[in-house]
């Protein structure tokens, strides 16, 4: 094998000398001096091109042999495990990364819980004109700090006036909630655009629809990034987004949602859709707008003055708790 080797080496060194030796036979025995010219000309052209071929073959040989042991070291790995149980699990973690790997490929980034409240506050704060995200509407707004400060940078947002548009999905009988209130309250009296959307107005019985695999849980940021929470749990939380294509399917599904959402008045001190208001509202083009009445109603695009000053009354003791509250991004 070493001889071999070696003979490759020298195979420049071989062909250039056996040129040199028929030219030199021609020119000497043979007195035929234009053929030896021509033959120690071939003969040093063949040894240059055979350098060349030989440089080149050595590169893609350590080139493929390098991405053949990467691409074959785990199933190598796994051909080493003996024991059946241990087997069994290497195929399941195998499975896994399968997955992941498929999303990877369509342009999705995997996160785990932290990682995607922490991408999504960046993404906020780089956020230029609108954010538009669709929610579920829980509880940990106010409690779980990575939520709590994710909705400091939707504050920040509003203060560069980008604006926020939030979609509540919610049931009917969860409207009445109190902690409810106190989420929907924080964000409508804080500038957000918020809307409510019933999910029985939103599924289709029996019927398998855009939104029967929808996760109800996403966020688009100036139509180029979506960040999306898996609709059943595992490994990661959610995954990110940049690629046009699914970018266009998420704004799509917002259309959707949207059309079915309901806008919604401060009426009573109670967040309610625009259409069941105590008081009758009358809606515009700019937003809705209460009817001369005695009792007031609020409305969703109505956040002036008059509201910035209720709000600012009440303290940020009280706003640290009951108004700081944290948007579930998706």
Known sequence: MNIKIRIQNMAVLIEFLTGAALGLFFHQVLKYEEASYVIFGIGVLLSLATWLLREDLDHVRETLTEQYRHSHELTFAIAQINDPECQGKAQELVAGIGKTIALLRQGYIPLDETEFYLYGAKATDKSQKQIRAVDPLTHGWISRGSMVNFYQSNLRALQRKINILRIFVLNREELQDPETQKVLKCQFLDGIDVRIAFRDELTSSGESTWANTCSFNFAVYDARV???????????????????????????LLDLIEHNAHQVVLDQDLIVPAGEAVTPVSVTSTGT?????????????????????????????????????QPRLA
């Open 289 to 325: 707008e209460p009817s001369p009445k005695k009792r007031s109603v609020t409305s969703g695009d109505d956040k002036g003055k008059s509201l910035t000053k209720l709000h600012a009354s009440k303290g940020r003791s009280e706003a640290a708790v009951d108004i700081i509250s």
């Open 226 to 252: 979506v960040t999306d929470v898996f609709t059943h749990p595992g490994t990661y939380y959610g995954r990110k987004t940049k690629e046009p294509a699914e970018v266009a399917k998420y704004l799509r």
